[in-house]
């Protein structure tokens, strides 16, 4: 079996759903240390000592908000970053599932190229080696979570993670890159706790990645120069 297959599983659902769910996420991830360290909450029988539940009820962790805030590339007139954060302190925190999407333009679409954690200082599991990351740029997901399944407190507006784009030459308009948060409809953004508790997110604030605002560009010094390139007005 080759060792990245489970991760592939899905395992059960959210909320203290045993059966599986339909999606490979955040829920998922944490069956194997919860199950491990025997803090199950779940009724069913058991796949190991403990069994597991993912996660409860929404505010059973506590609630945050989630910003994304746009940062342009100096060097990369058609390549722009979103930095994502979460406004509100959280006690005990284990980790996180992002789902974004790009909405809006009057033409084209932009293309995600990648989705990163940076190395900063105010990211929300600083100075820790135990952090486990997985990232799946087809569909604008990534996670993040913790092997020490007790949490750690996690302060206030600290960043997440980092979703790169390309803007074509077909894109135009204003393009809203935001959370999706409909549980119902199969959206994946989520935030956990110790005990499985589910962090609410009570509300986002999209970034906004204007095409329509043309200007020439050097890509040697930064500034407006050059013909042949859209910078993105953020």
Known sequence: MSPELPINFDYGGPLGSCEPDG??????????????????????????PGGESAMQGPGAGGSTELVAVPVPLSLSPNVRRVRVFSKHAIRDFVGYQLDVAVSGGTAGQLELLDITIEPRADFIFAGRTDTLEAVNVSNGQMLCLIENMS??????????????????????????????????????????AANNGRVEVGATAPAVLATAAAVPWNAQTGTAASQGYCDAAV
């Open 151 to 192: 949490g750690a407190p996690a302060a206030a507006h600290a960043y997440l993670a980092t979703y790169t784009y390309r803007i074509p030459p077909t894109a135009n308009g204003d393009f809203v890159v935001d959370f999706l948060l409909n549980e119902a409809a199969g959206d994946q953004t989520m935030m956990v």
């Open 23 to 48: 999606f490979c996420n955040l829920a998922d991830a944490l069956h194997a240390p919860t199950c491990f360290a025997g803090t199950s909450t779940c009724s069913c029988p058991p796949a190991c």
